[in-house]
């Protein structure tokens, strides 16, 4: 069988789960790679093992053999690599935030229809097999009608001045742009409901960062010398938190930070029903806690055998072997490029009008910060 051959933007933490994630689907190959600079291009290919390197991704789409490309870059570009890929024809896999305006969502979201390419904004963790669990529990009406959902998103990785990263000054949103969608994104696909108005604070605690002279790669800013740094100031979000409306009834909370220290990747979703309630960490994703009023509640270990039939497949390995946060990667890409192989597949993935409805997000809670109130979406 012809394998479908994928282009990599980036050469950081991102692009690195990518290719990995891909190349344990089989069908799939990854033929080249994109960096910044074609030195920095070279040095991340000759460390997976890729032939094809550059410092100019548009030399990676001008190919006619590359069916898809995968945009792992800085948020400023995902606008631009995008568009240009899709003119060329390329299917695109987009990390989150999409894009850095709604008006730039919706460009890129009518080029991929016009083109008839497929698309996916990467809210990866809806593909952990207790969460597809717990959706698919909810729609069979074991919780019965949902009244509250709440939780959190707390990392520590940018808790020092020292710690540093692109995404800190890459748009007017950083912690709630980055990670807090996550949550929200989980929050409605598990739900099945929508946010419908909020009201959002968010604080910096450091003004000020100091920021290396060279480039940091996601996560690894702990490793660099002080003497490498200057001191700038900065605008963008240590933590937010909100309050909001769920549909007609359910209401709900939920706090996101970058710097809540000896947290390194904790989402938490609580979601309580009229008949029962669901909860899950994302420290611990083996296991789905279901609570109940008048008997024991339940811990309920990863076992796919006794899944709902819909949550089945979202496991490839037997109760008792775990499935972690690269999982979420390659489930998603299997059914990214199922559609790209066949495009009457049904789409199963977050697409660029999910990545959209993220953004209408981020500015109302942007909106509700400034003006201290509550903000409609």
Same mark, same amino acid.
């Given at each position: 069988m012809k394998k479908i051959k994928v282009a990599i933007f980036g050469t950081g933490f991102m692009g690195r789960v990518h290719i990995e994630s891909l190349r344990r689907l089989g069908s799939v190959e990854v033929v080249g790679v994109a960096g910044s600079t074609a030195e920095r291009a070279r040095r991340f290919a000759d460390d997976v093992s890729i032939d094809w390197s550059t410092g100019d991704y548009r030399e990676l789409i001008e190919d006619p053999e590359i069916d898809a490309v995968h945009i792992c870059s800085p948020n400023a570009l995902h606008y631009e690599m995008t568009m240009r890929s899709l003119e060329r024809g390329k299917h695109v896999m987009c990390e989150k935030p999409l894009a850095s305006t709604v008006e730039e969502a919706n460009d890129m979201i009518e080029l991929a229809k016009s083109k008839g390419l497929a698309n996916c904004t990467l809210y990866n963790i809806r593909s952990y097999p207790q969460l597809q669990n717990l959706r698919r529990v909810r729609e069979e009406g074991v919780l019965g009608d949902i009244r509250i959902v709440q939780g959190t998103y707390s990392q520590d990785w940018l808790f020092y001045e020292t710690d540093w990263n692109w995404r800190i000054d890459s748009g007017?949103? +950083?912690? *709630?742009?980055?990670? /807090? $969608?996550?949550?929200? %994104?989980?929050?409605?696909?598990?739900? /099945?409901?929508?946010? $419908?108005?909020?009201?959002? %604070?968010?604080? $910096? *605690? @450091?003004?000020? +960062?100091?920021?290396?002279?060279?480039? =940091?790669? $996601?996560?690894?800013?702990? %490793?660099? =010398?002080?003497? %490498? *740094?200057?001191?700038?100031?900065?605008?963008?979000?240590?933590?937010? &938190?909100?309050?909001?409306? @769920?549909?007609? =009834?359910?209401?709900?909370? @939920?706090?996101? &930070?970058q710097v809540s220290v000896g947290r390194k990747n904790r989402l938490f979703l609580e979601v309580y029903g009229t008949k029962a309630s669901a909860v899950w960490d994302g420290e611990r994703p083996e296991e789905l806690w279901i609570g109940h009023r008048n008997e024991s509640s339940e811990l309920l270990i990863k076992d796919s055998t006794i899944f709902p039939v819909a949550a089945q497949s979202y496991s490839d390995l037997p109760g008792g072997h775990s499935e972690g946060y690269d999982a979420t990667f390659k489930q998603t890409f299997r059914r990214f490029y199922r559609t790209v192989e066949d495009r009457t597949s049904p789409v199963e993935y977050p697409t660029f009008e999910d990545g959209l409805r993220q953004l209408f997000l981020v500015d109302a809670v942007l909106e509700s910060s400034r003006q201290q109130a509550w903000v409609s979406i």
């Amino acid at each position: 069988m012809k394998k479908i051959k994928v282009a990599i933007f980036g050469t950081g933490f991102m692009g690195r789960v990518h290719i990995e994630s891909l190349r344990r689907l089989g069908s799939v190959e990854v033929v080249g790679v994109a960096g910044s600079t074609a030195e920095r291009a070279r040095r991340f290919a000759d460390d997976v093992s890729i032939d094809w390197s550059t410092g100019d991704y548009r030399e990676l789409i001008e190919d006619p053999e590359i069916d898809a490309v995968h945009i792992c870059s800085p948020n400023a570009l995902h606008y631009e690599m995008t568009m240009r890929s899709l003119e060329r024809g390329k299917h695109v896999m987009c990390e989150k935030p999409l894009a850095s305006t709604v008006e730039e969502a919706n460009d890129m979201i009518e080029l991929a229809k016009s083109k008839g390419l497929a698309n996916c904004t990467l809210y990866n963790i809806r593909s952990y097999p207790q969460l597809q669990n717990l959706r698919r529990v909810r729609e069979e009406g074991v919780l019965g009608d949902i009244r509250i959902v709440q939780g959190t998103y707390s990392q520590d990785w940018l808790f020092y001045e020292t710690d540093w990263n692109w995404r800190i000054d890459s748009g007017s949103s +950083r912690t *709630f742009a980055d990670i /807090g $969608t996550h949550w929200c %994104d989980l929050a409605e696909h598990v739900t /099945g409901l929508k946010i $419908t108005s909020l009201c959002a %604070d968010l604080q $910096t *605690f @450091m003004k000020t +960062r100091k920021k290396p002279k060279g480039s =940091v790669e $996601t996560f690894k800013g702990k %490793d660099v =010398v002080p003497i %490498d *740094f200057d001191e700038v100031n900065i605008d963008t979000e240590d933590f937010g &938190s909100m309050i909001f409306k @769920m549909g007609d =009834v359910a209401r709900g909370s @939920m706090t996101t &930070s970058q710097v809540s220290v000896g947290r390194k990747n904790r989402l938490f979703l609580e979601v309580y029903g009229t008949k029962a309630s669901a909860v899950w960490d994302g420290e611990r994703p083996e296991e789905l806690w279901i609570g109940h009023r008048n008997e024991s509640s339940e811990l309920l270990i990863k076992d796919s055998t006794i899944f709902p039939v819909a949550a089945q497949s979202y496991s490839d390995l037997p109760g008792g072997h775990s499935e972690g946060y690269d999982a979420t990667f390659k489930q998603t890409f299997r059914r990214f490029y199922r559609t790209v192989e066949d495009r009457t597949s049904p789409v199963e993935y977050p697409t660029f009008e999910d990545g959209l409805r993220q953004l209408f997000l981020v500015d109302a809670v942007l909106e509700s910060s400034r003006q201290q109130a509550w903000v409609s979406i």
